[in-house]
């Protein structure tokens, strides 16, 4: 998770996050995961029209 957030850049969209990061999950369930973790702690929210992930 802490990969997720370390890179992080505005604007960026889920699908980037996952290309950014795919050499440190093993597959894209394990991503998305670790992204819902995020999400419901709170560090996270992604706007839903255009994918961008919102850094708290």
């Known amino acids: 998770m802490k990969c997720i957030i370390s890179g992080r850049s505005d604007g960026e969209t889920v699908q980037d996050a996952y290309y ?18 995020l999400f419901v702690l709170g560090a996270v929210s992604v706007d839903t029209d255009t994918g961008v992930i919102l850094y708290a």
Do not use: M, Y
Request: glycine content about 0%; charged content about 30%; hydrophobic content about 45%.
């Open 20 to 37: 950014r990061t795919r050499n440190v999950f093993h597959d894209a369930s394990e991503f998305l995961h670790a992204l819902d973790i």
